[in-house]
């Protein structure tokens, strides 16, 4: 047994410093608790806001106050020219980046006969085509042997009505994860998803009533409604180099509500 082996690391232990993290949609909710997640194990963190400055710079805030670096840094992520321009003013500002982590994304739901051009091109504009923009300004800037992770979504793999072009976002966002694990293989970039169930979330608030709550509750396997923590431990796992041998997976973090 090696010295190591005989010394555990404790909770403690900074898993990401010197790490320096961008997580989009970081202001609120999942993206926010991720964000705190990754300061927590030590990682600079740049903060991706759209539209609520206030919100990411309350984030910003607690991230200080944990003793991290962070910045809060306004881009539309499905803007190509956003997106570079937001990643080039981490690079001036931090360096290279080491994590990404694709959040941003918007909810809608719409029947068969109710989706217009509008609706589709709103979800797969921030759903697809933000995280392909957001990525590859990212990897001009990436650091070898990082690791992108994309949230996805337990609706990939069920039918609910009214979610058809939501439910597509996420599934076309696991094959991206599949594929660009391959490619990126050979620069020791790890590419991964984490798809939430039914999380506590401003997405969750808008989308279930109250009184479908104790159904959900019912189905899950654990037998409670996930929370931001939940879903930001398991990004800080796939972040750290615990993680390292892992790609090219999608990971279910919804206390078994689809099993």
């Known amino acids: 047994m090696t010295l190591t082996q005989q010394q555990p690391k404790t909770a403690n232990t900074k898993r990401l410093a010197g790490k320096v993290a961008l997580v989009t ?6 993206g926010a608790a991720i964000a705190l997640r990754l300061a927590e194990e030590g990682a600079t963190v740049a ?8 919100a990411a710079d309350k984030v910003v805030r607690q991230i200080t106050e944990l003793g991290s670096k962070a910045v809060a840094l306004q881009a539309n992520v499905s803007s190509e020219e956003e997106s570079v321009r937001l990643v080039e003013e981490i690079g001036r500002t931090f360096g290279k980046i080491d994590i990404l982590v694709n959040n941003a994304g918007v909810h809608e739901t719409a029947l068969v006969d109710q989706i217009t051009p509008e609706h589709f091109d709103h979800l797969f504009g921030v759903n697809v085509k933000g995280v392909i923009a957001t990525t590859v300004a990212a ?3 990436f650091a070898d042997g990082g690791r992108i992770i994309n949230i ?8 609910f009505p009214g979610m058809s072009v939501y439910s597509a976002t996420k599934a076309a966002l696991d094959t991206l994860t599949r594929i ?7 620069r020791r970039i790890t590419v991964n998803g984490v798809a939430p169930g039914t999380t506590v979330s401003d997405m969750y608030h808008a989308a279930i009533a109250p009184e479908l709550e104790q ?37 279910a973090a919804d206390g078994g509500i689809n099993i």
Request: glycine letters at 14%; hydrophobic letters at 40%.
């Open 215 to 251: 159904t959900f509750i019912d189905k899950t396997a654990l037998g409670r409604i996930g929370q931001p923590d939940d879903i930001a431990a398991v990004v800080a796992f796939l972040a750290s180099d615990e993680g390292g041998w892992v790609t090219g997976q999608t990971i």
């Open 180 to 186: 660009w694990a391959q490619e990126l293989g050979a």
């Open 139 to 141: 990897l001009k800037n």
């Open 25 to 30: 949609g970081g202001s609120r909710g999942i």
């Open 47 to 54: 903060v991706n806001y759209n539209s609520n400055k206030s």
């Open 152 to 159: 996805s979504s337990g609706a990939a793999r069920v039918s």
